[in-house]
């Protein structure tokens, strides 16, 4: 009788067991829609990844970005046989700037109907700058890739070759129904117009054949002329391997841009960004801080070696410097990560000499596109060409530094283990999630 109370307690003890066990896995499981990939079957814990020396790449992600079927297949909507006028997209600023308007600019024709001219590149002295698209891009390959998609042509029918393009103002244009509805007119009207797409328009809005020229102008069409392609090969192979590159942005005119405020730059520095400022004022009090916290000034070299070192990115990583002239406080990042390689150390006097800001810009794109790691300080132009671009070639270490967790949590105390240990979970969780590694409009999620 005894035995068999035992036995029976036993089977009860078991079974308990069971349950107990049951509970604590269902509720680990299912308390956060993250939960499976914070696990420690998925990703270490802070003390492991440091005790391991493993990196942000070790990291399993759970989402990819790759470019969306729709615009690669060859089956596409087929071009009215008569068109409403030509284009000429009219590009200002940096060079991804000016991409950026030009990939617009390709879906727009596509939604009017209409032809691509040659588009112009502006000739700016602030940016050190005199090449137009053709000194930059292979216009015979732009074409070709274009074909079926919108007709783009170098010389203009000779009735209205010796004419300007009658310039339409898309500076307050939104979407879809204000390109049809303000600016087809005009096309229809003069038959040449010029255009410089606005920021504020809504893609979302396209047919999917425009967003299908977009996409195939963004990624596929624009490859640099032989010489430049060249000159960045060369670049490329002159970079130890493997390494990361880094688009650090710490620029007077940039810090000046922001309005923030720092303490402890050098008296240079402070000249510099002094110098640049303008009317453009420094916040102050709350103002300032609440503007910092929302992620609005720029990370210092020495801010970012210490999200490298958070991030467990190994302080003899090879790292090519994507970034343009004038850098300041790069001796807080060159201390930490010695290995930093520019084009500058890699190019030859002349070479570099030779150079304008289009031409500087192209191979810090062309490299960074091809680098084995790509991590950025901002979000601009350049990042997100270059992450949609590393998502179309299938390439996926690409991870943008987070100036507001950052600011957040030094606002809050945090310093040394404490804050390393934040940003490694804040980067960890954009990482696995693949936050701002490509643009939604070319791009569909894919999950892993």
Known sequence: MVAISVKILRSISVVI????????????????????????????????????????????????????????RTHLTALPAQNNGYIRVDCYGGLNQMRRDLCDGVGIARLLNATIVLPKFEVAAYWNESSGFADVFDVDYFIQQLNGFVRVVKELPAEIASEEPVRVDCSKRKGQFDYVESVLPSLLKHRYISITPAMSQRRDRYPLYAKAALCQGCYNALRLTRFLEKKATDLLDAIPKPFLSLHLRFEPDMVAYSQCEYSGLSPASMEAIEAARGDRKPWTGEVARVWRNRGKCPLTPTETAFILKALSIPTNTNIYLAAGDGLMELGGLTSVYTNIFTKATLLSGEDFASMHGNTKAALDYYVSINSDAYMATYFGNMDKMVAAMRAFKGLFKTLFLSRHAFAEYTSQGLRGKELAEALWKAHRDDYVMGRGSALPECFCESKL
């Open 17 to 72: 067991a069971c349950l107990l066990i049951g509970a604590i896995w269902f509720s680990l499981s299912s308390s956060s829609p993250y939960s499976q990939w914070r696990s420690s079957a998925f990703i270490p814990t802070m003390s492991a990844v440091h005790a391991e020396k493993t990196d942000i790449w070790s990291v399993p992600r759970i989402v990819d970005w790759r470019p969306c079927r729709w615009w690669l």
